[in-house]
């Protein structure tokens, strides 16, 4: 592929359109002044032109998609897919780079098999959580799929993307067994037992023979997955989610290494959360209604915001999966192992039927697989609410949530901005998620976010911490800052590209991935 930014791309692109309607019918592809306002970042932080697309494109089946991607190789031009667009708070359903065609998967949203012995759904990418779970409860099915905190997002992407639940299956890419995929050169491929003609243990085993190549796949730009197995999870027997509430600012250590005990003996089962106050308040309340000035809340109205809704400065939410013996049981465990915490309280749901449980209610429903859209309420916390997300990986460890928190806040001070944040536990990692609520109206707080974002990355970096996503603004500097042994893992990523899509057509620069005619070109 030739330079993007060249004099002949625009052309390009209408010839490519021309051919992709000529294969895919008229109704199924668009111009790009007629998709300018649907595949944006919604929470923008840069300019809508920055993330423009150059058109879009709804396949309707595997062999639509093989067409597109080979029109793509012909003319040379890029195309980005996506499932179902929600990549919120990360870019949306923008592209990396402007003028790429949106290949939109929304038309192949066939669940195609749910296999109630093996606990397995086979899925086209533009099948939501919430269609999922529907479909799921229509055949009253005893499996249950895991959530992303919102759940209209699609099964397929927040896979590929690396994101979480709250269930004991929240490791999304975890839980994924065999994919189909076309390849940037058009042709198809399926991972893991997929390679046996015939076979149905497609779903049943990873690993295949030979290298494992699904994580090739996922936060990639080498092909485009068209079918995905995903693991479900048979429903417990009984359910009790919990809420540990701890009053200070210095409880964090405690309370992590004590998630972590809990966690690695087996009583803490799912991806559990811990978060800071604010973020909890904000997933029920407005600043306004809280606080009713302009700028940071500072400590006493934090501790007021604590007071006001019976939170702790930092708030555990776990479930216990097993029988209403066993999880009785546990929540015993549990108490025991919090006692040692100073003033920590344990909440369940009946405990908090007001407002200020609406968070425990709504932590509630996805630990136990019921998608659902609650926590957008975070967007109303400042008019025209958007949000971006920093999101560092710590060990699973007290002093390096504190090592983080503390400096998050005080560069948070610096820029005028609180600190939010979820900490989410896997296995032996935490994702600390720290979000930051902004007027995407105004370009002065766009911008200062932007900067607050890139300093946070830089600090984490600077202390031995990177990230695991990115939002698209950011993708370079996060790429850049996996640097060991100058750069070998990026310089391996590019030999794939280059390998693996030599026209450099899909997704260029998706996680600071550029194909070879764009590298070290300023499209960044
Ligand atoms: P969500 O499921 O949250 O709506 P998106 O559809 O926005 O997720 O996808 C998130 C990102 O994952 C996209 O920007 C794209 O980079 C990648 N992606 C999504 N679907 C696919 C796919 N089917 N094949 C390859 N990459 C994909």
Same mark, same amino acid.
């Given at each position: ?15 490519? #359109? ?15 002044? *007629? ?73 192949? /949203? ?36 895991? =959530? ?10 927040? *896979? ?57 796949? =996922? ?13 479900? @999870? ?8 919990? @809420? ?37 308040? *904000? ?124 400096? @998050? ?17 896997? =296995? ?6 720290? =979000? ?11 911008? /200062?976010? #932007? ?38 893992? @990026? ?24 194909? *070879? ?8």
């Amino acid at each position: 592929m030739s330079r993007p930014i060249d004099s002949d791309f625009p052309s390009r692109i209408d010839d490519a #359109l021309a051919a992709m309607r000529e294969a895919l019918g008229a109704d199924n592809v668009f111009e790009a002044a *007629a998709v300018a306002e649907k595949y944006i970042d919604p929470y923008h932080v840069m300019e809508h032109s920055d993330f423009a697309p150059g058109g879009a494109v709804t396949p309707g089946c595997v062999e639509d998609v093989q067409a597109v991607v080979r029109i793509a190789n012909e003319f040379g031009v890029p195309i980005s897919p996506i499932s179902t667009g929600k990549n919120n708070a990360y870019g949306g359903a923008a592209p990396r780079l402007a003028g790429a065609i949106i290949v939109d998967l929304k038309r192949m /949203n066939q669940i195609i098999e749910v296999d109630e012995d093996l606990a397995f759904a086979l899925v086209e990418p533009g099948v939501s959580y919430m269609a999922l779970d529907d479909h799921l409860r229509a055949g009253d099915s005893r499996l249950l799929v895991d =959530t992303a905190d919102l759940g209209w997002g699609s099964v397929v992407g927040n *896979a590929l993307e690396h994101g979480v639940g709250f269930t004991p299956y929240g490791d999304h890419f975890g839980h994924v067994c065999g994919m189909e995929v076309v390849l940037a050169n058009g042709e198809v491929v399926r991972t893991g037992m997929g390679g046996v003609e015939g076979t149905n243990t497609w779903q049943s085993f990873k690993y295949g023979y030979g290298p494992y190549l699904d994580g090739l796949f =996922t936060q990639s730009n080498f092909g485009i997955v068209t079918k995905m197995g995903i693991w479900l @999870m048979p429903k417990p027997e009984s359910f009790t989610v919990f @809420m540990v509430a701890v009053p200070e600012e210095q409880d964090l250590p405690a309370l992590v290494d004590t998630v972590r005990d809990l966690k690695q003996t087996g009583i803490i089962k799912n991806q559990c959360t811990v978060r800071h106050v604010l973020f909890d308040a *904000a997933t029920m309340f407005t600043k306004e209604d809280l606080y009713g000035q302009d700028g940071r809340l500072d400590v006493d109205a934090i501790q007021n915001v604590k007071a006001k809704l019976r939170l702790g400065h930092w708030n555990l939410f776990a479930g216990l999966y097993g029988s209403a013996e066993q999880n009785a049981k546990d929540l015993e465990t549990v108490r025991n192992a919090v006692s040692h915490i100073e003033g920590a309280q344990i909440y369940l749901v009946e405990d908090r039927p007001g407002p200020d449980g609406a968070v425990l209610r709504s932590r509630h429903k996805v630990m136990s697989g019921q998608p659902n859209l609650n926590e957008l309420k975070l967007l109303d916390w400042v008019p025209n609410g958007g949000h971006i997300d920093v999101a560092p990986i710590l060990p699973m460890q007290g002093k390096d949530a504190w090592r983080q928190y503390t400096s @998050m806040n005080e560069r948070c001070k610096e820029y005028g901005h609180n600190y939010f944040s979820s900490f989410i536990f896997g =296995t032996r990692e935490i994702r600390h998620i720290a =979000t930051f609520i902004f007027d995407t109206e105004d370009a002065a707080e766009r911008s /200062n976010v #932007l900067a607050m974002c890139r300093q946070l990355l830089a600090d984490s970096r600077a202390d031995g911490y990177g990230a695991y996503r990115s939002h698209l603004a950011l993708m370079d500097e996060v790429g850049e800052s996996y640097s060991w042994n100058d750069g070998a893992q @990026m310089k391996l990523y590019e030999a794939l590209k280059d390998a693996i899509d030599p026209n450099g057509i899909l997704a260029p620069g998706k996680q600071g991935i550029w194909p *070879a005619a764009l590298r070290k070109v300023s499209v960044k």
